[in-house]
Each structure stands twice: as C-alpha cells, then as structure tokens.
C-alpha cells in the first residue's frame, strides 16, 4: 500500500475516533448539543478541530514517508519542465 493512502487511511480513523467519542461525550451530556438540529455539525466540527492537531504530532512517520515517496516524483517532474522550457527557448532564438 502506497504511504499516501495508509497515511490517508490513518487519518480518516483518528477523525473517526474523534467523531464518535465526541458523539458519545454528547449523547451522556458531558459536552453541550448544539442548538435545534446542529447537534450533528457541532460534533463535525469539533472532531476536525480535534482531529487535525493529533494527526500532526500522531503520523510524523507516517507523514515524513509519505514525503519521501512523493518527493522524487516531484523532483522529476521539475526537471521534465525545465528541459521542456530550455527546449523551448533554444528552438524560439
């Protein structure tokens, strides 16, 4: 499996995780619902304000791999573009 997707995957699951814990803490009342019908954009919303620092320090690794499987690429496509450019230039003079 490529690092992107499990480092995807992984952070669908911590959101997940979040999502329903934060559920749970406002189904027993621990948490306040939100107003009307907004209970369920509240919990969204709090589980990505959640989510998203615990991701960062949580998948370093996975982050870090990730980025080194990409960077290559990156890396190539670059240069495919400059020596596209400095072909072009030479063919226009």
Request: aromatic share 10%; charged share 15%; with cysteine.
């Amino acid at each position: 499996m490529s690092a992107a997707v499990r480092y995807t995957l992984m952070r669908f699951g911590i959101f997940a995780g979040c999502f329903f814990a934060l559920w749970g803490l406002v189904y027993v009342g621990a948490l306040p619902r939100g107003l009307g019908d907004s209970n369920l954009l509240w919990v969204l919303l709090l589980s990505i304000v959640i989510s998203a620092p615990l991701s960062f320090v949580l998948l370093r690794k996975q982050r870090d791999a990730m980025s080194a499987q990409i960077a290559p690429k990156v890396d190539g496509v670059k240069a495919r573009l400059e020596a596209s450019r400095s072909q072009e230039d030479a063919s226009a003079q």
